[in-house]
């Protein structure tokens, strides 16, 4: 299982895209940084992965999450999640 770290806006970049041509069954995916504009785009809501969003960087955006499809996460489960996982891929 690999953690798909997301950090750049869907809106602007298409690393969602390839992230998701890349990730298989299982793998998880964290927006980060402008990558929590994600919340507010179908593609990631209905992709089937597991999505998470850190709460840090969806507060300094204003954002809210309205969707069940994500799970707002801290850096505490951040790490935890990282340890869980085989490895982190980075896409920026």
Known sequence: MILHLIQKSPFESDVFTQCTNAAIDGDKVLLMQDGVYGIQHNDILNSGFDIYAL??????????ISSSNITPINYEEFVSLCSKTNSCISWY
């Open 55 to 64: 709460t840090d960087d969806i507060q300094a955006r204003g954002l809210n």
